[in-house]
């Protein structure tokens, strides 16, 4: 079992749709979730970050932790096509490494 | 956020022939850099944690005779891929780690480069 588990999609919503991005995860020492976009053939950019459980609002996007059921989520309310990118979710814990998910790739259509 | 180049972005070689891609932080230093491999449609496969002034540690798997890592300075940090074969063509990305980042995340905030497509004909 991998230690992040991420739905790979592909994900394709009309645009000014609500997107729900998820993932799951096992290692319960993970402290650190953040959310990365990455366009095609481009570097992950950093998108959103929590830490520890509960919410963060910025914009459009909603991050969501629930580590008691080790559960993470991605909101995007509003769609638009220039959201369409793959979504990588990543966290880690006292332990500076990073581990992803596998990426889901969304597209909002026009 | 702070700024991490990379170069070349694509490069083409030949099959053996060895190819150097260079990872850059722009505007801070970084004491520990990552490089990771993307296969497409695939995340990001963390291939090893390069620290200034000391021996690359490599992830399980990857060969460290063939992925020369080397970083030199506190905003530069090299992976050479030794004797090239196709299927060493991938996506290579790296990550430089900014110790005087984000409060929120402990800290420290990992910013990545563009990337860096090699094919090897």
């Known amino acids: ?110 | 956020g702070a700024v991490v180049s990379q170069h070349p972005s694509w490069v083409i070689c030949k099959s053996g022939t060895s190819v150097k891609i260079e990872c850059r932080s722009l505007d801070f230093q970084a004491t520990t850099m990552f490089w990771y491999r993307q296969f497409p449609k695939q995340s990001l496969m963390l291939m090893a944690t390069s620290n200034e002034g000391s021996k690359a540690t490599y992830e399980q798997g990857v060969e460290k005779d063939k992925f020369l890592i080397n970083h030199a300075s506190l905003t530069l940090s090299t992976l050479t891929v030794t004797s090239a074969h196709p299927e060493d063509s991938s996506f290579y990305i790296c990550s430089a780690r900014d110790e005087g980042g984000l409060a929120a995340l402990g800290g420290y905030e990992q910013y990545f480069g563009p990337g860096t497509r090699l094919t090897v004909t």
Request: include cysteine.
């Open chain 1, 1 to 110: 079992q991998k230690e992040v588990e991420q739905d790979p999609g592909p994900l394709s919503v009309p645009e000014g749709a609500i997107v729900s991005l998820n993932c799951t995860y096992s290692n319960s020492a993970f402290q650190y979730f953040m959310w990365y976009r990455q366009y095609s053939r481009k570097g992950p950019e950093l998108l959103m970050y929590t830490y520890s459980s509960g919410n963060k609002e910025d914009g459009r996007f909603t991050a969501q932790v629930d580590k008691s059921s080790k559960y993470i989520s991605l909101f995007i309310r509003d769609s638009q096509p220039s959201d369409s990118a793959t979504y990588l979710c990543a966290m880690r814990g006292s332990a500076r490494q990073l581990t992803f998910g596998s990426g889901t790739q969304l597209t909002v259509l026009p």
